[in-house]
């Protein structure tokens, strides 16, 4: 069952700026990737979702409900939060909290304490004086106070150390085994393939990639990493072998092979007639099938 769905959405800003047909479908318990750098338009498609902002064309509905006609009975079951935080500087992190219990209609003191004890924030003290990482902090225990089903996180470990990047992960992996849907959208690597179930890439304002975390850990396409004794071996390995290699390097006697599982018996047996100095499996990475797709413009 799908919760989120986007369909062919399109808001064109000019100068290629913008979102352009941009589909995807996130499950029902599903925790989906949304992969890009800063400006690809991950933003502006969870604008759309949040109802912040009309599309040209298209659809971006939750739970079945048009976004952009009733953005409030979508946000009473969806915790937001934004790539960007501003928080009123006249209150107290406290009071910013009893705030958002009063508009959530949720006043779980045992919730919010395990979240403050898990993130490690003082709620005390004036908003205009905590520091990034600490109002970043605030902003995510406010979108998990209310406990929602659904869960859109705009960059969410935008500001916080190395530390707590990791205690993040591990709390979205305690949400995950809970059944929540999330919407995650990032451009740090490791983050999305420690959570994500399903991963789009986002380039231009496009799609460009829908793709199954498992397939990319599970890959059965093998890349080889060989250094050669010398570069006639090199020479002979690329005219001879009747191996494709995808990048030949003589000058330091390597080369690098992209072969199928079914191949690496066969590549070992041509690799027997040289002197090689060394044979590495490359792992295929999320970071890898990323670059396939922005290295195409370089």
Do not use: W
């Not at 498609?45 to 109802?51: A, Q, S, V």
């Not at 006609?69 to 009123?88: D, F, R």
């Not at 600490?134 to 106070?145: E, G, M, P």
């Not at 393939?193 to 799609?207: F, H, L, N, Q, V």
């Amino acid at each position: 069952m799908s919760v989120i769905e986007v369909d062919n959405l399109t808001k064109d800003y000019g100068h290629g700026r913008g979102i352009f047909d941009v589909s995807l479908q996130v499950q029902k318990g599903e925790v989906f990737g949304f992969l890009g750098p800063n400006g690809a338009g991950k933003t502006t498609t969870i604008r759309h979702l949040m109802g912040f902002s009309n599309p040209m064309s298209g659809t971006a509905k939750i739970n079945g409900i048009a976004c952009n006609k009733q953005a409030s009975k979508i946000l009473e079951n969806v915790g937001y939060l934004p790539g960007e935080v501003a928080l009123p500087e006249a209150l107290t992190g406290l009071e910013f909290i009893k705030m958002m219990q009063g508009l959530r209609h949720s006043n779980d003191q045992v919730r919010l304490d395990y979240l403050l004890d898990i993130f490690q924030l003082d709620p005390n003290g004036k908003t205009k004086r905590m520091s990034l990482g600490n109002k970043r902090k605030l902003a995510v225990i406010t979108a998990f106070l209310a406990d929602p089903d659904i869960l859109i996180l705009d960059e969410p470990t935008s500001g916080l150390d190395p530390v707590m990047q990791a205690t993040f992960i591990e709390f979205m992996e305690m949400e995950k085994k809970r059944g929540k849907t999330i919407l995650l959208s990032s451009h740090i690597f490791s983050e999305v393939d420690a959570i994500c179930d399903t991963i789009a890439i986002i380039k231009e304002g496009k799609i460009v990639s829908t793709v199954h975390a498992d397939d990319i850990r599970h890959n059965q396409n093998k890349m080889f990493h060989i250094t050669f004794g010398n570069a006639n071996d090199v020479n002979q390995f690329k005219t001879e072998s009747g191996i494709i290699a995808s990048c030949i390097d003589p000058v330091r006697h390597i080369a690098e092979v992209g072969i199928t599982d079914d191949e690496v018996n066969r590549l070992i047996s041509v690799l027997s007639k040289y002197h090689v100095e060394s044979f590495k499996e490359i792992k295929y990475t999320l970071e890898n099938h990323f670059m396939r797709f922005y290295e195409k413009a370089t």
